[in-house]
T-cell receptor, first 116, second 108 residues
């Protein structure tokens, strides 16, 4: 089956620093990747849609200068939280859609970010 | 705009019994797909089942079945023969829009 990995799985950083989260499709080429944010005991909220080689499309209310997304290849997308603050602490999940799948998202295991 | 509503914040079920998790949706798209995902405490999202709006039959995947009632705009998930390992959060989704989830607890 299609596998998506995320790295790191957990990260703790100090306020004001930047953190990069990687999302990789391990055994398929991901034409599109998505980044979600999930607060404790809440639903997933789509942050942005990322297509290889083009600029990400951000959802309303998501600061593109704060959450930098780079989809450099068909197997890698990165989310960089710049100048992180405690309110950025959350669970970040990526997903990917492959060339052969028209509807199924394959989710990464998530990254828990804690900003102190 | 698409909207998913899950009205059950939490559900309990006895082991080996069946349970239905409710999901209603709203969309103006003539063609759409509905998904159910399981999220255990580890956080990973596990795909369970998919129903296309034009599918003639209700989707089934092992112990999971989807009770799709298009006229009512509902897509309830039925889990048969519940197991302790089924305890988790369950999310109904349409494309990239997720419901608030239902926490299922299976009791021995």
């Amino acid at each position: 089956g299609a596998v998506v990995s995320q790295h790191p799985s957990r990260v703790i950083c100090k306020s004001g620093t930047s953190v990069k989260i990687e999302c990789r499709s391990l055994d398929f080429q991901a034409t599109t990747m998505f980044w979600y944010r999930q607060f404790p005991k809440q639903s997933l909220m789509l942050m942005a849609t990322s297509n290889e080689g083009s600029k990400a499309t951000y959802e309303q209310g998501v600061e593109k200068d704060k959450f930098l997304i780079n989809h450099a290849s068909l197997t890698l997308s990165t989310l960089t939280v710049t100048s992180a603050h405690p309110e950025d602490s959350s669970f970040y999940i990526c997903s990917a859609i492959g060339e052969t799948s028209s509807y199924e998202q394959y989710f990464g295991p998530g990254t828990r970010l804690t900003v102190t | 705009a698409q909207k998913i509503t899950q009205t059950q914040p939490g559900m309990f079920v006895q082991e080996k019994e069946a349970v239905t998790l409710d999901c209603t949706y709203d969309t103006s798209d003539p063609s759409y797909g509905l998904f159910w995902y399981k999220q255990p405490s580890s956080g990973e999202m596990i795909f369970l089942i998919y129903q296309g709006s034009y599918d003639q039959q209700n989707a089934t995947e092992g112990r999971y079945s989807l009770n799709f009632q298009k006229a009512r705009k509902s897509a309830n998930l039925v889990i048969s023969a519940s197991q302790l390992g089924d305890s988790a959060m369950y999310f109904c989704a349409m494309s990239l829009v997720f419901g608030k989830g239902t926490r299922l607890s299976v009791i021995a």
